[in-house]
């Protein structure tokens, strides 16, 4: 394989995309809205568990980002709210989200954080929507002139074989035989010609 050109990522001109662009900001804007109002009903609601019950909600913090806590009802949100979480999910697997998967999501929720705290030093762009969509804004804004040189690439690919090697496989045919005799030919015939669905019916294997 030989690169003829090199052609950069370049944006469509907004005369061209005007109105999927306009779909898409105000789709991003409203979900920002109704993110913060759902946040602000939350704040105020007053929680309340019945007397003599065995259930408690405490939603502690579970992370502080600068003056952000982040707290346990978000975590447990993200964890089980998610499709990869609602497949797998049965009973006494409990342990094993804990211990496998509920660290990974925090640390998402972590990153996602600093990067919506981050995305509000950039003077140069504007984002809005969700915290995680401008969070994912700003992280592509921050990488966006970002390259690889063919080096890169090929130490890449040396130190990630793993992941672009196709694993073994193997296509298997069984065929019966009524007598040790029929099989032993078939085989004979099969190494001498190559031929297995005709080598199987002539020697009436099935």
Known sequence: ?????????????????KDKVQTDALDAKK???????????????????PEGSTLTFD???????GDTEIKRSELAQAVYFSPQIQQSLSP???????????????????????AYQGSKDIT???????????????KQFVSRDAF???????KYYDDNLARYTDPASAVVNRIN????EAASK??????????????????AGI
């Open 124 to 138: 140069d762009a504007t984002f809005f929507g969700t915290k995680g969509l401008v969070a994912q804004q700003a």
């Open 148 to 154: 690889a040189t063919p080096e890169e690439i090929q």
């Open 31 to 49: 979900a920002g809205v109704l993110e913060q109002a759902y946040k602000d009903l939350r704040t105020k609601a007053q929680v309340s568990i």
């Open 59 to 65: 939603d502690v913090a579970v992370a502080k980002v």
């Open 92 to 114: 006494g697997l409990e342990q094993i989200v804990t211990s496998l998967f509920k660290p990974s999501y925090l640390e998402q929720l972590i990153d996602n954080e600093v």
């Open 177 to 180: 035989f009524e007598t040790q």
């Open 1 to 17: 394989v030989s690169v003829e050109e090199f052609i950069p990522a370049a944006p469509e001109a907004l005369e061209a995309i």
């Open 186 to 203: 078939f085989r004979e015939a099969m190494l001498a010609s190559g031929e297995l669905q005709a080598t199987a019916e002539a020697n």
